[in-house]
């Protein structure tokens, strides 16, 4: 009698499993009902057609980056040219790898640790009273559009981070990486740091909800054993957050990668590398496709396309990376405890 | 009630009287001067705007350089003709061509001629012709500076072309010494700005750049910058932000945008005196200029070394760009008769209040032939 009401167990149970007699007939035919197979077709065809666009996209994609590369004549992946237009057509990449991942890597070495420390101090440290006023600033950080983040970058942080480059200069030149030429701060550096205030929020997020995970007992344990509070942090609030920090340093990287017009209010970008974060040097997948799509021809749009296209599996490369990580260390952290 | 409607009207009003001087102050026009002969030109529109039989929508899309001339027509024009809808969106000349030769609009927009591919690529859209540019809006491309304690400054197209490639790193250089005797040049970093987005206005400027200093130029034009080093920024507006913020930088942008202050060079030609950013002078320039289309292709070869005096060398031209022959027989009443408004002395003389160089009148004498030809 229950059978019918749970829809669940028709479809887990196949139909000779059901007792023979009324009630089993009635459960059989109720797994076919009209209601049941147009829901059926129509989750079904959702999951379909989520295949079908993904295909039909990553099909159109790949025959126009074809359709680009095939006609290149410098190489795709180590020329410092970007000119799909010129008579012959010759354009890289190798720039805009370069600028992508320097200005991430970038965001991600100022953004993860103040995240992780801003997380772990609304969980554990601070009154909730405080941590929840943190959060709730946190929270509207992340509801800013990237544009007014550029603007902002644009008029106010950058004719600011004279001071800062100059210091940098002074006492970290000689590496040769902070280097300073007395241009206008527009360089890597400036997008990084840029970046790294949009990401923030994301990872702060959700490193602050993993923390919050963490089991009573866990700390409690340390806690009995003598741990200072740090100490809890360090053996077992950290350890268990741990996937969830990569993951939320991954949700970041993805922003990072992508940002479009931030970046390209506030970077000079040009086609060659630097040594210096502090020169203009380098440029982005998604700041070079904002600024060249408008005027390009139609080879030009195709090799942005193409451009496109790495960066998307850039994006699937660092994702599957992350992932793997985290299946890694499932064992070693406490999630499975 | 009555209270509460009387407000919602002065706030449309409000709004109204807002966007209306925004649309003033983005077209460049400086003070009231522009504003009220605007208002006169609306009111001798009425009789002299010929409407004929045209109505219904008119898309348009291309060149943003020309943007601010397009609306100014626009406003004139809808007004005179009730029947007619243009939208003109500003998607670049290259987005706009495109969008021309696969039939999508009336008229394209461009601030370079047609080329080969693209003219016969048209041929499928224009029965029995081919597209054809029409030269109608002119500007200058201005050189601005940020020099603190500097208010003049002369340079010529060699000392150009140096600090855009990198060459000459300070202002206290001797080549810009030279040039400016008078001026006391402090001891600063060159901050040469470039456009990172491709863009016309890159095209022209450094087509300048090759033709009028061919030795100290090396790179070919064209609307991405190829020269190395140097800063960028996107847009005209950023370039003129990037000027007016950073002390030392120098840049180049449509003279539209060199205002609130931002100070212009005097560019040095074979004339006798160092010729200034103007209109007037962009004008002078372009008359130079010589027909290289064929046909009813009125294509123009610019001149970037005149030698007359008050020619300002550095300009860029726009082209609307139509069908010959064969135009679209639903919207051909309609764009003939804008055409032949912009063409005109009415639509030729908004130009200036709107920051822009009309055409000289030998040129702007062919344009309107060849649209009363149009088909």
Redo the contacts between chains.
């Keep these: 009698m229950d059978i019918t009401t749970d829809p669940q167990k028709p479809a887990a149970a196949p139909v000779p499993h059901q007792p023979p007699g009324k009630d089993g007939k009635r459960a059989a035919r109720g797994a076919t009902r009209p209601g049941d197979r147009i829901f059926l077709g129509l989750s079904r065809g959702s999951g379909i057609l989520v295949l079908a666009i993904m295909a039909a996209i990553a099909a159109f994609l790949s025959y126009r980056a074809w359709l680009a590369i095939s006609e290149d004549e410098a190489n795709f992946f180590t020329s410092f040219e970007w000119n799909p237009s010129g008579i012959p057509p010759e354009f890289g990449i190798a720039v805009l790898v370069f600028g992508t991942v320097v200005s991430s890597v970038i965001a991600m070495a100022i953004a993860v640790p103040v995240s992780v420390g801003i997380a772990l101090f609304i969980t554990h440290y601070a009154p909730r009273k405080l941590g929840g006023a943190i959060a709730y600033v946190i929270d509207l950080l992340a509801a800013v559009p990237s544009i007014v983040y550029g603007l902002w970058g644009a008029l106010f942080l950058v004719p600011h981070m004279d001071g800062l480059f100059g210091w940098l200069d002074e006492y970290l030149g000689w590496t040769g990486i902070f280097e300073w030429s007395g241009g206008a701060p527009r360089s890597l550096l400036t997008v990084g740091i840029l970046l790294a205030i949009m990401i923030l929020p994301i990872i702060t997020n959700v490193s602050r909800e993993v923390f919050r995970q963490v089991p009573r007992m866990h700390e409690e344990a340390a806690l009995a054993l003598g741990a200072t509070r740090w100490e809890v942090i360090r053996m077992s609030v950290i350890p268990f957050g741990r996937s969830g920090i990569i993951s939320a340093s991954m949700l970041g990287l993805g922003r990072a990668l992508g940002e479009t017009m931030a970046v390209a209010m506030v970077l000079s970008p040009t086609f060659d590398i630097n040594a210096s974060l502090l020169d203009p040097g380098g440029g982005t997948f998604a700041q070079n496709i904002a600024s060249k799509f408008n005027e390009a021809t139609v080879m030009g749009r195709d090799a942005l396309i193409a451009s496109g296209l790495v960066l998307f599996v850039i994006t699937l490369l660092v994702n599957g990376g992350a992932r793997m990580i985290i299946a890694r260390r499932k064992e070693y952290s406490g999630a499975n405890a | 009630m009555k209270l509460q409607r009387m407000n919602r009207r002065a706030l449309a009003l409000g709004a109204l009287a807002v966007s209306g001087a925004l649309a003033l102050t983005a077209c460049g026009s400086d003070d009231t001067g522009g504003n009220s002969s605007g208002g006169d030109a609306s009111a001798a529109a009425d009789s002299n705007i010929k409407c004929d039989d045209a109505k219904g929508q008119l898309q348009a899309s291309g060149s943003?350089a020309q943007k601010n001339a397009i609306d100014a027509w626009v406003k004139q024009y809808v007004a005179a003709c009730n029947g007619v809808q243009i939208n003109y969106n500003p998607?670049?000349?290259?987005?706009g061509i495109?969008a021309f030769t696969q039939g999508q609009t009336a008229f394209a927009g461009s601030d370079s001629a047609l080329k080969p591919d693209e003219i016969e690529a048209s041929k499928k859209v224009c029965k029995d012709g081919q597209a054809i540019d029409l030269p109608m809006v002119g500007g200058p491309i201005a050189v601005g500076f940020n020099v603190p304690g500097v208010d003049t400054l002369a340079l010529d197209a060699p000392t150009l072309a140096k600090i855009f490639d990198s060459q000459i790193t300070n202002w206290n250089d001797e080549a810009i010494a030279k040039l400016n005797p008078d001026a006391k040049l402090p001891d600063l970093?060159i901050?040469a700005?470039h456009r990172?987005?491709?863009?016309?206005t890159t095209d022209n400027f450094t087509k300048y750049l090759k033709d009028a200093a061919p030795k100290d130029w090396k790179y070919?034009p064209?609307?991405?910058w190829?020269a190395?080093?140097?800063?960028?920024?996107?847009g005209s507006s950023?370039l003129a932000?990037?000027v007016k913020?950073?002390p030392g930088?120098i840049s180049y942008f449509e003279l539209s945008y060199a205002k609130d202050g931002i100070k212009t060079v005097d560019i040095k030609t074979q004339a006798a005196e160092p010729v200034k950013a103007t209109v007037d002078n962009a004008t002078a320039a372009i008359g130079a200029a010589k027909v290289v289309g064929t046909g009813k292709d009125l294509a123009l070869e610019l001149d970037y070394t005149p030698a007359a005096d008050g020619a300002y060398p550095i300009v860029l031209v726009t082209y609307e760009i139509v069908c010959d022959k064969g135009n679209k027989a639903e919207t051909l009443p309609a764009t003939k008769s804008f055409l032949n408004y912009i063409a005109s002395e009415d639509g030729q003389g908004l130009l200036k209040d709107a920051g822009y160089a009309p055409m000289p009148t030998e040129i702007i004498t062919k344009v309107r032939e060849t649209i009363s030809g149009l088909s």
């Design positions: 943003s998607t670049g000349s290259g987005a495109t970093k901050q700005f990172s987005d491709e863009s016309g070919e064209g609307k991405s190829e190395k080093g140097g800063q960028s920024a996107q950023g932000g990037q913020q950073t930088a």
